[in-house]
Antibody, heavy 114, light 113 residues
Framework: QLHLQESGPGLVKPSETLSLTCTVS??????????WGWIRQPPGEGLEWIGS???????YYNPSLKSRVTISVDTSKNQFSLKLSSVTAADTSVYFC??????WGQGTLVTVSS | DIVMTQTPLSLSVTPGQPASISCKSS???????????LYWHLQKPGQPPQLLIY???NRFSGVPDRFSGSGSGTDFTLKISRVEAEDVGVYYC??????????FGQGTKVEIK
């Protein structure tokens, strides 16, 4: 059974880098043809796609975040990761990882505050 | 950038009655491969979004047949034939014609009367 689990710090200081990892079980990233992605949702607001990665490391980013985002994959651990640099309070959100659009993690709240 | 516009933004429905949500995109969602990349998600309170409909009218695994999607080009509709209490939440349309990028509508909040 497919399961995605986000992990990482729940509190990040302004100007620092937000780092999250999505651990996948029930499917192998290295043999999957799906896009593995990150989506975020500010409290009480809508959904924003951040970016996606394929098993071979090819990445796709939201143009509005591209300068600050890095998504990588570690097939040996069956994980993929998100780094968002120079964060501000506007980056406070629940961050979801997903396989394609049909399977989502539960999400993790990241608050940007000093 | 493709903009997705949903109407209405909120809906109050009597159980057993139908409901309909409209979604319009600023550009056609018909890909050169012939497929139309319009999706519908439901986010129940305190949960991640769950996929209901993919590529306009295809129900995702486990989705009840009271949910149906229709439309083409830039105009799309999600219909619930008979709303049940478990259908409450926020419904989002989403486009992904520029794979794998996704753009979501503002969301339509559905509540039960």
């Amino acid at each position: 059974q497919l399961h995605l689990q986000e992990s990482g710090p729940g509190l990040v200081k302004p100007s620092e880098t937000l780092s999250l990892t999505c651990t996948v079980s029930g499917d192998s990233i290295s043999s999957s043809t799906y896009y593995w992605g990150w989506i975020r949702q500010p409290p009480g607001e809508g959904l924003e796609w951040i970016g996606s990665i394929l098993y071979n490391g090819r990445t796709y980013y939201n143009p509005s975040l591209k300068s600050r985002v890095t998504i990588s994959v570690d097939t040996s651990k069956n994980q993929f990761s998100l780094k968002l640099s120079s964060v501000t309070a506007a980056d406070t959100s629940v961050y979801f990882c997903a396989r394609g659009w049909g399977a989502w993690g539960q999400g993790t709240l990241v608050t940007v505050s000093s | 950038d493709i903009v997705m516009t949903q109407t209405p933004l909120s809906l109050s429905v009597t159980p057993g009655q139908p409901a309909s949500i409209s979604c319009k995109s600023s550009q056609s969602l018909l890909h050169s491969n012939g497929r139309t990349y319009l999706y519908w998600h439901l986010q129940k309170p305190g949960q991640p979004p769950q996929l209901l409909i993919y590529e306009v009218f295809n129900r995702f695994s486990g989705v009840p047949d009271r949910f149906s999607g229709s439309g083409s080009g830039t105009d799309f509709t999600l219909k619930i034939s008979r709303v049940e209490a478990e259908d409450v939440g926020v419904y989002y349309c989403m486009q992904s014609v520029q794979l794998p990028q996704g753009t979501f509508g503002q969301g339509t909040k559905v509540e039960i009367k």
